[in-house]
């Protein structure tokens, strides 16, 4: 190990312990498989958690407030049958 390096992944607990008390980022362990380390983030899962809050958000908008219009010869959704 060259001196100075940034330490292995698995390496000394008390230099994590400092580089996080630092807010210094822990070293990546380039062993486990990228899509395991994506999918491994909370923040991969809180984005996709507010996408899919805004999505329903906008429907629900979308219905309650954007009226149906019935176009020429063609009865709206809502009426009944002649």
Do not use: C, K, Y
Not at 43 to 55: G, K, Q, Y
């Amino acid at each position: 190990m060259v001196v100075g390096a940034v330490p292995e992944p698995g390496g000394d607990v008390l230099v994590r312990r400092e580089r996080r008390r630092n807010g210094l980022p822990a070293p990546v362990d380039r062993t486990v498989p990228l899509p395991r380390r994506v999918l491994g983030d909370w923040r991969l899962w809180m984005s996709l958690a507010t996408i899919a809050l805004f999505v329903a958000a906008f429907q629900v908008n979308w219905l309650l407030f954007v009226p149906e219009h019935a176009t020429a010869g063609e009865p709206s959704r809502g009426s009944a049958p002649p």
